[in-house]
């Protein structure tokens, strides 16, 4: 039975079912193919064909081309390119995600807006009758810097040779690169004509009656079943904090209102007794209480205070309402699903039932220990993260400490200790805005693997590491792509693609040797002799000259400006005649000029002069120095780099004997090397 507001069911029946889920009728009545054909040749569909493509770099143009025309034509409109810092939103059926590539989204605020005016979502987005839905999951994502996007108004549609049509309306978002955005996150579910605040309520009071996560009551009974009712239907985690929050709120006012005791709430995992598993002993301190008739103020609060809960938030501040749940939440239920088992097993006589129950019990037991134990790695991995913090902020300072604590609990849910997991936190987060500027750090436990499985794994990553170099190598030599790989395109789109290409190859490369060195340092750790590196792969003479397999021989500092000059230099330079080859010599004295000032700190960024003959060197806190634009072309790429690698070579040696001199007693760490 179709619901009211969408495609009758008896008219959908008339068709089959690949026609209505593939949407094999539909028709947008936008902007005709022809104006978007012209659209491309303007300088804003350039940009949304280098986006496009940037999204797939190995799509032929003629198939990028068809991507556009169709995502252009959706609109009743060519669009405008807008800059966008803030973040889009979408609506699949609830139950579905949004694949990774869909480019079109919406402004929250014009969703809300649409459901406060009582609108049919499917007919304002003009949606395929197989995204219909009684109700829908909103999706958000975020650009992970401010970057282009395309705005129009959506097109009417047509369906079933004519019968569904929808009017559109509705605001939309092209975004043809999603690699731009971080992925999509679910925040919240509607209904497909609904206020929003009876959306919010509609899922509040079902007979769920189980005890919920939140809030600490001083004799509110009422409040608190509100809240666990609130939490126990709802659909995410991120959403079940949201809803419980505000659930806990309305309650506080109730209960001031009424001259009843105050609620305290919003207290994650609140639950009575010590945080202690039956099988690994005490783990932590008190998580909370749920106080159902006439705890003393000072008492709750106090219990607050010394507990797990301000474990929690201590560390994620102001994100608590976002993240803590996420973090705070399975520990909780896990704690309260072991004392509602233990309960139910001291009053149990039925000796079938009993033994039923203590296997559930043991089993609860030992997921709560285990997520315990995880979440004091977490926070031991944030410590370390705050101790390191300000010294990785100079060097790193684009880099956000939210996207550091992000990639600290995938390293930590991947079973990492937590100083290995704070490591490959840096580096994930660090390489996201200064590519491959710290030492990959595999998410991979290889301290979990056996001698065997060690060495397969070594083998392996030897392979790719050798086949990565020799790759890179061939797409260093391949000057002008436009000639042979990319034959056809815009020679401007040609030199994107061929950097796109050189870029994600070092990626790639800077991984695998990741992978490599973590793999040979559990054989030092073992005490094991690790297996001979092919000769291409042993570490070179310091005083040997780069290669150019990648600039693998180059430290990730020097690999980072290289990259830096050559994404910050290469325009202008190219506008103003100079070819790859002249613009690579340029890019490779940057390396060499900024390690020879490297003492002045962290560098920020190159500017060309407006007459093309000078280059800047911005750095964290020193005046700009300068070198000459013709002075870079004396000297090949080559020794440009060797004359960096000499430089860091001497510094380093300098460096060596301050400290000896200094401390002659210290032993320097060793380094993490492959070799």
């Given at each position: 039975?179709?619901?009211?507001?969408?495609?009758?069911?008896?008219?959908?029946?008339?068709?089959?079912?690949?026609?209505?889920?593939?949407?094999l009728t539909f028709k947008p009545q936008g902007v005709s193919e022809e104006e978007a054909k012209k659209y491309l040749n303007s300088p804003d569909g350039i940009k949304y064909l280098t986006r496009l493509n940037e999204a797939a770099p190995d799509a032929s143009i003629d198939k990028l081309r068809e991507r556009a025309i169709e995502q252009i034509t959706s609109g009743r409109e060519l669009p405008r390119m807008e800059m966008l810092d803030g973040p889009l939103v979408k609506i699949?059926?609830?139950?579905?995600?949004?694949?990774?590539?869909?480019?079109?989204?919406?402004?929250?605020?014009?969703?809300?807006?649409?459901?406060?005016?009582?609108?049919?979502?499917?007919?304002?987005?003009?949606?395929?009758?197989?995204?219909?839905?009684?109700?829908?999951?909103?999706?958000?994502?975020?650009?992970?810097?401010?970057?282009?996007?395309?705005?129009?108004?959506?097109?009417?549609?047509?369906?079933?040779?004519?019968?569904?049509?929808?009017?559109?309306?509705?605001?939309?978002?092209?975004?043809?690169?999603?690699?731009?955005?971080?992925?999509?996150?679910?925040?919240?579910?509607?209904?497909?004509?609904?206020?929003?605040?009876?959306?919010?309520?509609?899922?509040?009071?079902?007979?769920?009656?189980?005890?919920?996560?939140?809030?600490?009551?001083?004799?509110?009974?009422?409040?608190?079943?509100?809240?666990?009712?609130?939490?126990?239907?709802?659909?995410?985690?991120?959403?079940?904090?949201?809803?419980?929050?505000?659930?806990?709120?309305?309650?506080?006012?109730?209960?001031?209102?009424?001259?009843?005791?105050?609620?305290?709430?919003?207290?994650?995992?609140?639950?009575?007794?010590?945080?202690?598993?039956?099988?690994?002993?005490?783990?932590?301190?008190?998580?909370?209480?749920?106080?159902?008739?006439?705890?003393?103020?000072?008492?709750?609060?106090?219990?607050?205070?010394?507990?797990?809960?301000?474990?929690?938030?201590?560390?994620?501040?102001?994100?608590?309402?976002?993240?803590?749940?996420?973090?705070?939440?399975?520990?909780?239920?896990?704690?309260?699903?072991?004392?509602?088992?233990?309960?139910?097993?001291?009053?149990?006589?039925?000796?079938?039932?009993?033994?039923?129950?203590?296997?559930?019990?043991?089993?609860?037991?030992?997921?709560?220990?285990?997520?315990?134990?995880?979440?004091?790695?977490?926070?031991?991995?944030?410590?370390?993260?705050?101790?390191?913090?300000?010294?990785?902020?100079?060097?790193?300072?684009?880099?956000?400490?939210?996207?550091?604590?992000?990639?600290?609990?995938?390293?930590?849910?991947?079973?990492?200790?937590?100083?290995?997991?704070?490591?490959?936190?840096?580096?994930?987060?660090?390489?996201?805005?200064?590519?491959?500027?710290?030492?990959?750090?595999?998410?991979?436990?290889?301290?979990?693997?056996?001698?065997?499985?060690?060495?397969?794994?070594?083998?392996?990553?030897?392979?790719?590491?050798?086949?990565?170099?020799?790759?890179?190598?061939?797409?260093?030599?391949?000057?002008?792509?436009?000639?042979?790989?990319?034959?056809?395109?815009?020679?401007?789109?040609?030199?994107?693609?061929?950097?796109?290409?050189?870029?994600?190859?070092?990626?790639?490369?800077?991984?695998?040797?990741?992978?490599?060195?973590?793999?040979?340092?559990?054989?030092?750790?073992?005490?094991?002799?690790?297996?001979?590196?092919?000769?291409?792969?042993?570490?070179?003479?310091?005083?040997?000259?780069?290669?150019?397999?990648?600039?693998?021989?180059?430290?990730?500092?020097?690999?980072?400006?290289?990259?830096?000059?050559?994404?910050?230099?290469?325009?202008?330079?190219?506008?103003?005649?100079?070819?790859?080859?002249?613009?690579?010599?340029?890019?490779?004295?940057?390396?060499?000029?900024?390690?020879?000032?490297?003492?002045?700190?962290?560098?920020?960024?190159?500017?060309?002069?407006?007459?093309?003959e000078r280059i800047a060197m911005v750095q964290a806190g020193a005046p700009l120095s300068e070198f000459s634009v013709r002075e870079a072309q004396a000297r090949s790429p080559e020794q440009h780099l060797a004359q960096a690698h000499q430089t860091a070579h001497a510094q380093t040696q300098a460096q060596d004997s301050a400290r000896t001199a200094a401390a002659p007693t210290a032993h320097a760490a060793p380094e993490r090397a492959m070799a």
């Amino acid at each position: 039975m179709s619901e009211p507001d969408l495609t009758p069911d008896e008219l959908k029946r008339r068709y089959n079912e690949k026609t209505i889920r593939e949407a094999l009728t539909f028709k947008p009545q936008g902007v005709s193919e022809e104006e978007a054909k012209k659209y491309l040749n303007s300088p804003d569909g350039i940009k949304y064909l280098t986006r496009l493509n940037e999204a797939a770099p190995d799509a032929s143009i003629d198939k990028l081309r068809e991507r556009a025309i169709e995502q252009i034509t959706s609109g009743r409109e060519l669009p405008r390119m807008e800059m966008l810092d803030g973040p889009l939103v979408k609506i699949v059926p609830k139950g579905q995600q949004p694949s990774s590539f869909s480019p079109f989204w919406a402004k929250e605020a014009d969703l809300d807006a649409a459901i406060q005016q009582r609108k049919n979502l499917s007919r304002h987005f003009a949606l395929p009758i197989a995204s219909e839905s009684p109700q829908y999951d909103v999706y958000k994502i975020t650009p992970k810097a401010p970057t282009e996007v395309f705005v129009n108004t959506v097109a009417p549609t047509s369906e079933l040779d004519g019968q569904v049509n929808k009017p559109g309306g509705a605001r939309q978002f092209l975004t043809p690169n999603r690699k731009l955005y971080e992925p999509a996150e679910l925040v919240k579910t509607i209904d497909n004509r609904l206020p929003l605040s009876t959306a919010i309520q509609h899922g509040i009071r079902p007979a769920a009656k189980t005890a919920g996560v939140l809030g600490t009551a001083y004799g509110a009974y009422d409040a608190k079943h509100q809240v666990d009712a609130a939490i126990d239907t709802a659909r995410s985690n991120r959403e079940q904090w949201v809803r419980g929050g505000e659930e806990t709120a309305n309650q506080a006012v109730k209960t001031v209102v009424t001259g009843g005791a105050a609620t305290v709430g919003a207290i994650p995992g609140a639950a009575a007794g010590a945080l202690t598993s039956p099988v690994t002993g005490p783990v932590g301190p008190v998580v909370g209480g749920v106080a159902t008739g006439g705890a003393a103020a000072y008492g709750a609060e106090k219990l607050y205070e010394d507990s797990r809960v301000q474990q929690f938030s201590k560390y994620l501040g102001g994100k608590g309402g976002a993240l803590g749940y996420e973090y705070i939440s399975k520990e909780g239920r896990l704690l309260r699903q072991v004392n509602g088992l233990k309960h139910d097993l001291q009053h149990a006589t039925d000796p079938a039932e009993r033994a039923r129950l203590q296997t559930r019990l043991d089993a609860a037991s030992a997921a709560f220990g285990k997520e315990a134990e995880r979440n004091g790695r977490y926070f031991e991995g944030r410590a370390g993260i705050d101790k390191a913090w300000e010294q990785m902020h100079a060097r790193f300072p684009k880099v956000d400490k939210d996207d550091v604590n992000e990639a600290l609990a995938r390293h930590i849910d991947a079973g990492k200790k937590p100083l290995d997991a704070v490591r490959g936190a840096y580096s994930d987060a660090v390489h996201e805005k200064y590519p491959r500027a710290l030492p990959h750090e595999p998410l991979e436990n290889y301290r979990t693997l056996s001698n065997a499985q060690l060495a397969e794994k070594h083998r392996q990553y030897v392979g790719e590491v050798t086949q990565g170099r020799r790759t890179l190598e061939a797409l260093h030599t391949n000057r002008d792509s436009h000639n042979n790989v990319d034959q056809g395109w815009p020679k401007a789109l040609a030199q994107q693609r061929q950097a796109g290409r050189v870029q994600e190859g070092a990626n790639e490369l800077w991984r695998d040797i990741g992978h490599l060195g973590a793999i040979r340092e559990v054989y030092k750790e073992r005490g094991l002799q690790a297996p001979e590196l092919p000769a291409e792969l042993r570490p070179k003479d310091p005083q040997a000259a780069p290669t150019r397999s990648g600039q693998t021989s180059l430290t990730p500092e020097q690999q980072r400006h290289h990259a830096l000059a050559a994404e910050q230099l290469a325009p202008g330079l190219r506008a103003r005649g100079l070819d790859d080859e002249r613009i690579d010599r340029v890019s490779a004295a940057a390396v060499s000029h900024a390690q020879a000032h490297t003492h002045r700190g962290e560098v920020r960024a190159f500017h060309l002069s407006k007459d093309g003959e000078r280059i800047a060197m911005v750095q964290a806190g020193a005046p700009l120095s300068e070198f000459s634009v013709r002075e870079a072309q004396a000297r090949s790429p080559e020794q440009h780099l060797a004359q960096a690698h000499q430089t860091a070579h001497a510094q380093t040696q300098a460096q060596d004997s301050a400290r000896t001199a200094a401390a002659p007693t210290a032993h320097a760490a060793p380094e993490r090397a492959m070799a």
